[in-house]
């Protein structure tokens, strides 16, 4: 059996610091399923045109589509009835599987080598795709569709520590994973980039 392998990313909708005249009210979950929906196709470079397709709901939040791109390339062919060599005209449309949930703006996108060397680039191209769809043009915004780093190293320097004074973070769209009932803090916002100063002593966190 074929395995799989999924890459994840996190798409975000960024509304313009002014407000769009024709539905301020759109919010993320509904412009990702609106976008995916309408199915968008575009040429996105020479030659190359981009596709979703394939579109199933789960629910109201989750679902599946491919992501594709169609070439035209020339093959040579033996004509029996002629006798002769012959040039002929093909499409050839790769595509890979993608997976989503609206609710939490997340995006699993399968890595397919003949349609891009890395889900990256394939995730840019998905990022392209939902740019030209009506909901986003209408309403003004910017989209993002970008990895979501492994936290294995972090979690990995925290728990080895022996005591954690304080650590930077970066944030790009917080995250709310859990809830602490501690004396010094209710939430821990996990986020892309983190670094943690270690030192031999018992582990605390300092937020």
Known sequence: MQTVEYSLFRVKF??????????????????????????????????????????????????????????????????????????????????????????????????KSNLSQTTKGIANRLEELLSLTDGVIENSISVEVRPIPDPDGFLKAITEAYKVYSYTATFRGLTLLMQMSTSRSRLLYICPQLTAKRERQQLTAMI
């Not at 040429?43 to 070439?71: C, D, K, P, S």
Request: negative net charge.
């Open 14 to 111: 960024i509304k313009p610091a002014q407000g769009s005249l024709f539905n301020q009210k759109a919010n993320p979950q509904d412009l990702l399923i609106a976008a995916v929906m309408q199915k968008p196709s575009g040429e996105l470079r020479a030659g190359y045109y981009w596709h979703i397709g394939n579109v199933q709901l789960f629910n109201n939040a989750r679902g599946y589509f491919a992501i594709g791109r169609t070439t035209t390339s020339s093959i040579e062919k033996f004509d029996e009835a002629s006798g002769n060599f012959i040039e002929e005209e093909t499409e050839e449309s790769p595509y890979t599987h993608c997976v989503f949930d609206a609710s939490i703006g997340f995006i699993g996108i399968a890595k």
